[in-house]
């Protein structure tokens, strides 16, 4: 029976930080000693297919192409568009000797500018392939030394990076600086940067995570580069050689740093895989439920006005049936749109007293912008599409950008007539049933504010960071819905703003109890089964749950893998037994 002691490690970051080539680093650092080692043996470690485009003194192009131990998965690495990420599915490259053994987990990048599908599926993939271990005892965030600056799309990334992660993983998490020898291997600028988000993330969400030799190592990687163009290129050997030095010392400065990156893990407890795949699961469950339930709020809440109440009366003094409301969906490609009062247009539905709402102004057609949350407003990272100017003002309908959002679907409501009773009823029997109706549904939205404040309770319990306000945002924008219906002379929305009004300050009071309850330590502890039965619990509402589990199918859609049922293949784990480990 073997006795190596085995430690696993993620590698986290965004799309162009250099967790490949940081993987291939590792492969020679753990192989060979010194440089002048690596290249006398004249074969560099090559775990993962690289490729580098050299441009000489003379201005001849060439591309190096190393392919290496594991030419067979060349298909995973994408060397043709540097914008995209380079890896394309998760990997776990194993270096081991008799006595222990490391398995670095390389997933594709968060930010890959192929747009925010992508992203999602990436982190499914990310999701799926860290549940097949039972503990990750380091969780290495890549950052870039010359980041001069918390720019949103960076914040965005560094949010998307620790959402995935449970709270108790914070002790396992540390920062890797790449690209340091122009900073004198140092953290660079990439130092404030990293201070003013942590900095920021304790402020807002009293989270801290500290900025210390434990938990930041700087390197730079470009020895790999050098070994493998030296390698390849005759022509390179000839015009780098007066650099060798340089590289030299760049190899001994990052080897020494990586051994002692790796030597840290001997310190750690292991982080429970099981606890981060829950918030990720449920944080899944939570994104796509909030736009449902707020569009669920406003159906209940117009199904009990006095207006809607008589239209009933009348269906089921006519025939035995009553007025369902069924919500129809129609996916669209993204597109930037304005939730602007004045930008919302109420539509009639032909043959009732309802509307549908339309997002008239699309300020963006056919947004493609990466790293954009779906149906979320605010959201910082649209302050890079090109609808807006400098100053965040949308050039096409004058809104401020954190009246925008992005949508990827459609959603229309029909009336249908449900059959209730063999006759019609009397007025006293009318009366009585939408009684019973009326209070149903009443219940039906105590579940839902209740199934809200569950599942935000979870996260805040469970996550280092969720989304704030989500539901609070969706309530204001059916309320804007709303107020754009009445200025068309819908006659029964201001009922209906009165009640979502009434709706939202109920949630919001909620809210403030639970976080008090929270910050004190009294809330009572909300489990991963529970979320689970909170949605089982909304889809069988009896009025309301059948719209309520279309909506959240079509928002889980897109968090779905092209084909989840592939199985997987022995590429997936690259082992490699190395003569030198911490």
Not at 167 to 184: E, H, K, L, Y
Not at 564 to 573: A, G, I
């Given at each position: 029976?073997?006795?190596?002691?085995?430690?696993?490690?993620?590698?986290?970051?965004?799309?162009?930080?250099?967790?490949?080539?940081?993987?291939?680093?590792?492969?020679?650092y753990f192989s060979y000693e010194t440089l002048d080692e690596a290249i006398a043996s004249n074969e560099p470690v090559c775990v993962i297919p690289s490729a580098f485009d050299l441009t000489f003194a003379n201005f001849t192009k060439v591309k190096i192409?190393?392919?290496?131990?594991?030419?067979?998965?060349?298909?995973?690495?994408?060397?043709?568009?540097?914008?995209?990420?380079?890896?394309?599915?998760?990997?776990?490259?194993?270096?081991?000797?008799?006595?222990?053994?490391?398995?670095?987990?390389?997933?594709?990048?968060?930010?890959?500018?192929?747009?925010?599908?992508?992203?999602?599926?990436?982190?499914?993939?990310?999701?799926?392939?860290?549940?097949?271990?039972?503990?990750?005892?380091?969780?290495?965030?890549?950052?870039?030394?010359?980041?001069?600056?918390?720019?949103?799309?960076?914040?965005?990334?560094?949010?998307?990076?620790?959402?995935?992660?449970?709270?108790?993983?914070?002790?396992?998490?540390?920062?890797?600086?790449?690209?340091?020898?122009?900073?004198?291997?140092?953290?660079?600028?990439?130092?404030?940067?990293?201070?003013?988000?942590?900095?920021?993330?304790?402020?807002?969400?009293?989270?801290?995570?500290?900025?210390?030799?434990?938990?930041?190592?700087?390197?730079?990687?470009?020895?790999?580069?050098?070994?493998?163009?030296?390698?390849?290129?005759?022509?390179?050997?000839?015009?780098?050689?007066?650099?060798?030095?340089?590289?030299?010392?760049?190899?001994?400065?990052?080897?020494?740093?990586?051994?002692?990156?790796?030597?840290?893990?001997?310190?750690?407890?292991?982080?429970?895989?099981?606890?981060?795949?829950?918030?990720?699961?449920?944080?899944?469950?939570?994104?796509?439920?909030?736009?449902?339930?707020?569009?669920?709020?406003?159906?209940?809440?117009?199904?009990?006005?006095?207006?809607?109440?008589?239209?009933?009366?009348?269906?089921?003094?006519?025939?035995?049936?009553?007025?369902?409301?069924?919500?129809?969906?129609?996916?669209?490609?993204?597109?930037?749109?304005?939730?602007?009062?004045?930008?919302?247009?109420?539509?009639?539905?032909?043959?009732?007293?309802?509307?549908?709402?339309?997002?008239?102004?699309?300020?963006?057609?056919?947004?493609?912008?990466?790293?954009?949350?779906?149906?979320?407003?605010?959201?910082?990272?649209?302050?890079?599409?090109?609808?807006?100017?400098?100053?965040?003002?949308?050039?096409?309908?004058?809104?401020?950008?954190?009246?925008?959002?992005?949508?990827?679907?459609?959603?229309?409501?029909?009336?249908?007539?449900?059959?209730?009773?063999?006759?019609?009823?009397?007025?006293?029997?009318?009366?009585?049933?939408?009684?019973?109706?009326?209070?149903?549904?009443?219940?039906?939205?105590?579940?839902?504010?209740?199934?809200?404040?569950?599942?935000?309770?979870?996260?805040?319990?469970?996550?280092?960071?969720?989304?704030?306000?989500?539901?609070?945002?969706?309530?204001?924008?059916?309320?804007?819905?709303?107020?754009?219906?009445?200025?068309?002379?819908?006659?029964?929305?201001?009922?209906?703003?009165k009640k979502l009004q009434k709706t939202l300050e109920h949630y919001k009071d909620q809210m403030k109890a639970i976080n008090l309850s929270i910050a004190s330590g009294n809330a009572t502890k909300v489990s991963e089964d529970e979320v689970q039965e909170?949605?089982?619990?909304?889809?069988?509402?009896?009025?309301?749950?059948?719209?309520?589990?279309?909506?959240?199918?079509?928002?889980?859609?897109?968090?779905?893998?092209?084909?989840?049922?592939?199985?997987?293949n022995s590429n997936e784990v690259i082992s490699c037994y190395v003569k030198h480990l911490p």
């Amino acid at each position: 029976m073997s006795t190596r002691r085995v430690y696993n490690i993620l590698l986290l970051g965004a799309t162009g930080t250099g967790k490949s080539t940081l993987v291939n680093s590792i492969a020679n650092y753990f192989s060979y000693e010194t440089l002048d080692e690596a290249i006398a043996s004249n074969e560099p470690v090559c775990v993962i297919p690289s490729a580098f485009d050299l441009t000489f003194a003379n201005f001849t192009k060439v591309k190096i192409i190393q392919l290496g131990m594991n030419r067979k998965d060349v298909g995973n690495e994408n060397f043709n568009f540097s914008a995209s990420s380079c890896t394309q599915a998760p990997r776990v490259y194993s270096f081991y000797n008799d006595e222990v053994g490391f398995n670095v987990i390389d997933i594709p990048g968060i930010g890959d500018t192929r747009g925010m599908f992508q992203d999602t599926i990436n982190k499914k993939l990310i999701a799926d392939k860290i549940q097949q271990f039972t503990e990750i005892h380091g969780i290495f965030i890549l950052f870039k030394a010359s980041e001069p600056r918390l720019t949103p799309e960076l914040k965005f990334n560094l949010n998307e990076t620790l959402m995935m992660l449970h709270i108790s993983a914070r002790p396992n998490i540390m920062f890797v600086i790449t690209n340091c020898r122009g900073q004198d291997y140092g953290p660079g600028p990439a130092m404030n940067t990293l201070n003013e988000y942590v900095s920021d993330l304790e402020a807002k969400k009293g989270i801290k995570i500290e900025l210390n030799e434990d938990t930041i190592y700087c390197m730079d990687n470009e020895a790999y580069k050098f070994q493998c163009c030296w390698n390849k290129s005759e022509e390179y050997r000839k015009e780098m050689a007066p650099l060798k030095e340089n590289y030299k010392k760049s190899w001994e400065f990052s080897r020494q740093m990586t051994f002692k990156l790796f030597e840290r893990m001997y310190t750690l407890g292991g982080h429970n895989v099981k606890l981060t795949c829950s918030v990720g699961q449920a944080r899944t469950i939570i994104h796509c439920a909030i736009g449902p339930l707020a569009a669920i709020t406003t159906l209940i809440q117009r199904a009990i006005t006095p207006a809607s109440r008589q239209a009933n009366i009348e269906t089921l003094m006519n025939g035995g049936n009553s007025i369902k409301n069924e919500v129809q969906i129609e996916k669209t490609l993204p597109r930037t749109v304005c939730t602007s009062k004045q930008c919302i247009e109420a539509i009639p539905i032909p043959g009732t007293k309802q509307y549908n709402f339309s997002f008239k102004t699309v300020c963006h057609d056919n947004c493609f912008l990466k790293n954009v949350a779906l149906a979320k407003f605010p959201e910082p990272a649209l302050e890079d599409c090109q609808a807006f100017d400098l100053h965040g003002n949308c050039t096409h309908c004058g809104c401020r950008v954190e009246r925008h959002m992005h949508l990827s679907q459609k959603q229309t409501q029909k009336q249908t007539l449900n059959k209730v009773a063999a006759q019609s009823l009397t007025k006293e029997q009318a009366e009585k049933f939408m009684d019973a109706f009326v209070s149903a549904h009443k219940k039906e939205q105590e579940v839902i504010i209740r199934a809200i404040v569950k599942l935000s309770i979870y996260l805040k319990q469970n996550a280092i960071l969720e989304y704030n306000n989500a539901f609070e945002e969706r309530i204001l924008l059916e309320i804007r819905k709303e107020q754009a219906a009445q200025s068309e002379g819908v006659e029964d929305s201001a009922e209906v703003i009165k009640k979502l009004q009434k709706t939202l300050e109920h949630y919001k009071d909620q809210m403030k109890a639970i976080n008090l309850s929270i910050a004190s330590g009294n809330a009572t502890k909300v489990s991963e089964d529970e979320v689970q039965e909170v949605l089982t619990s909304l889809f069988t509402l009896p009025h309301n749950g059948s719209n309520i589990q279309k909506m959240f199918d079509a928002e889980s859609a897109d968090c779905k893998t092209a084909d989840e049922s592939k199985t997987s293949n022995s590429n997936e784990v690259i082992s490699c037994y190395v003569k030198h480990l911490p």
